[in-house]
């Protein structure tokens, strides 16, 4: 049987990742070699930066809870401990966000956390 390198198999699958390599530079869009090297990069990328995403948005919440409670002169460890101590269940994301759009719900949170 004769062996055949350039079928239409090769050249869908090619197509797919030269597809995949839009917006790229130079070779890195239209030469099927560099571009397999391009997305493999680019994946790991994406793969690295989906686990730092969630670091970084816990440091946020964190930082903005510190500095709602910084201005009642109390400690975001010790608030923290405080609720769950008391067994409020409320995470830093859900905290955050309330210390910045409704402070005075934060107040009545903070108040029963710190009695």
Same mark, same amino acid.
Request: aromatic share 12%; net charge positive.
């Given at each position: 049987? @004769? ?10 699958s090619h197509k797919k990742y030269i597809k ?8 890195? $869009?239209?030469?099927?070699?560099? @571009? $397999?090297? #391009?997305? @493999?990069?680019?994946?790991?990328? #994406?793969?690295?930066?989906?686990? /730092? ?6 440091r946020l919440w964190t930082g903005r809870l510190?500095?709602? /409670?910084?201005?009642?002169?109390? $400690? ?9 101590? $008391?067994?409020?269940? /409320? ?22 956390v710190v009695k």
């Amino acid at each position: 049987m @004769v062996r055949v390198s350039s079928g239409l198999q090769r050249q869908r699958s090619h197509k797919k990742y030269i597809k995949a390599a839009k917006g790229f530079r130079l070779g890195r $869009k239209n030469l099927y070699t560099q @571009v $397999k090297d #391009a997305l @493999v990069k680019q994946w790991q990328h #994406a793969y690295v930066s989906r686990k /730092l995403k969630k670091r970084d948005f816990r440091r946020l919440w964190t930082g903005r809870l510190s500095a709602s /409670l910084r201005e009642k002169w109390s $400690k975001y460890s010790a608030f923290i401990g405080q609720m769950s101590k $008391k067994n409020i269940l /409320l995470n830093r994301k859900v905290l955050s966000n309330i210390a910045v759009a409704f402070p005075e719900v934060f107040d009545k949170i903070y108040k029963e956390v710190v009695k």
